[in-house]
């Protein structure tokens, strides 16, 4: 059985991953640039200042993608491109790089797909305040309106913010994604707080831009798999994916935290006793603000994990990854049925269509004697993914599309260049790109529509 018709199969990137040209044409910096800039911070000591080169070498990326039969590619919007300061004067050759791009795919047949926010937020903004500033709506509604106006004639699919997750319990709460920052709880609500206003603005602010307009959001989290069939066990799964854990276990990985007022126009229950004498005053008056309507519910998922009904005062308990658990080159387990569990529970609480907007493997690849790049174990991973995935949809789970990624090997955050994740391979010195065994693979998988999986 093949997926359902119009399937969006797909590939993603990142502006900071991707684009290099860090410091030209009038571009801002980003917390990034900072961040790769201080000692220890990056496992390769290296910065994204070049990365894949995308900004100068976009036109031949976007072809070697259409040879590859993708139709479908989310990137992202570098924000202090566009707007060196955050906010106010617009940077004219950073947004005209954006139109070109989105020209150049439909000239190639493929269909656009920009996300607002991943993670380059300009560093003008946090240094005056960044997400703890109450301006930050306004800063993010006026960023969109700027955006949406230049593309969204050609462009009419967006994703808001990419998993507000890592931004804010890796950027602010761990310190180990930019800005690098170990703030206090109550900081780390008011920032989500401020960011899910973001959110909601953003929304709107497409709405009443970009005509036929179709928007989603883009958190993670790692979907809860029962142990057994039984109804105990899938009762769990739900507390272990949706529940708020207690101070000290790091809110911001929270799924339903960070989704519920977005979609529900609620924070959960479980939460506001935990968390909600941290909430700003009046803060039941933004709610309105916050839950916007959306067309599609997105999330970003490589990995999940077991649980099973248990005596405590959660009601579920994780079972370990038995020991020898195959992970990929990262360090994750590898868990298809998290693309069964996921859609299902997520579709169950917020009742949207599904997109997965990330999924993919980090490899060992190498250029091979042949001049090739054999990556069997990728192949069987998307396989045994995709297939989980197919369920879901046999099952009745509303799934649109799924974006592997990435597209290219590119700048993996805190480990630099040391992980690939790409279908094409990229030589850091030479920026020569080579479609790995997994890119053609994934050229049939699309072109069938799933059916030769």
């Not at 992202?76 to 906010?87: D, F």
């Not at 795919?105 to 920009?114: A, D, Q, S, T, W």
């Not at 649980?307 to 298809?336: F, L, Y």
């Not at 069997?376 to 990624?405: K, M, Q, S, T």
Request: contains cysteine; proline residues 7%; hydrophobic residues 35%.
């Amino acid at each position: 059985m093949s997926f359902p018709k119009d399937f969006l199969w797909g590939t993603a990137t990142s502006s900071y991953q991707i684009e290099g040209a860090a410091f030209e044409d009038g571009k801002g910096a980003s917390i990034w640039d900072d961040y790769v800039r201080v000692p220890g911070n990056i496992n390769d000591h290296s910065t994204g200042d070049v990365a894949c080169d995308h900004y100068h070498r976009f036109r031949e990326d976007v072809r070697l993608m259409a040879e590859m039969g993708i139709r479908n590619y989310r990137f992202s919007i570098s924000w202090p491109r566009v707007l060196p300061e955050g906010t106010g004067a617009v940077n004219e050759a950073g947004l005209q790089f954006y139109s070109d791009l989105v020209d150049c795919l439909l000239e190639n047949g493929i269909r656009p797909f920009v996300t607002l926010y991943h993670w380059d937020l300009p560093r003008a903004l946090h240094l005056r305040g960044g997400w703890l500033n109450a301006d930050m709506p306004t800063w993010f509604e006026e960023y969109t309106r700027v955006v949406a106006g230049r593309l969204g004639d050609r462009v009419k699919d967006y994703f808001t913010i990419n998993e507000p997750q890592c931004i804010i319990g890796l950027g602010y709460g761990m310190g180990k994604h930019a800005p690098g920052l170990r703030c206090s709880t109550r900081e780390l609500v008011l920032m989500m707080h401020n960011l899910l206003r973001s959110h909601g603005r953003s929304v709107k602010a497409l709405r009443e831009t970009v005509p036929s307009v179709r928007v989603g959001y883009a958190p993670c989290g790692d979907p809860a798999i029962p142990a057994t069939d039984s109804p105990a066990d899938l009762d769990a799964c739900r507390k272990a994916y949706f529940g708020v854990p207690p101070e000290g276990k790091h809110l911001g990985w929270s799924v339903s935290w960070l989704s519920d007022p977005a979609i529900l126009g609620a924070y959960p229950e479980d939460g506001l006793r935990l968390y909600g004498h941290y909430l700003p005053e009046g803060w039941e008056k933004d709610m309105p603000e916050i839950c916007q309507p959306l067309d599609y519910y997105a999330q970003n998922i490589y990995r999940g994990s077991v649980w099973r009904a248990a005596d405590n005062p959660m009601g579920a308990e994780r079972v370990p990854n038995p020991i020898g658990t195959p992970r990929t080159a990262i360090g994750w387990p590898i868990s298809p049925e998290a693309l069964y569990w996921g859609p299902r529970l997520l579709h169950e609480r917020y009742h949207l269509p599904i997109i997965i907007s990330e999924n993919g493997m980090s490899c060992h690849d190498v250029i091979s004697l042949d001049g090739q790049v054999h990556d069997p174990n990728r192949i069987d991973y998307v396989h045994r993914y995709l297939l989980a995935l197919r369920r879901a949809c046999e099952d009745g789970v509303p799934v649109l599309g799924y974006f592997y990624w990435s597209f290219l090997d590119n700048f993996e955050w805190g480990s630099g260049y040391d992980e690939r994740f790409g279908l094409v391979h990229v030589d850091y010195q030479t920026q020569v790109r080579t479609p790995k065994d997994s890119c053609l693979w994934y050229r049939g998988v699309m072109a069938s529509n799933g059916e030769k999986l």
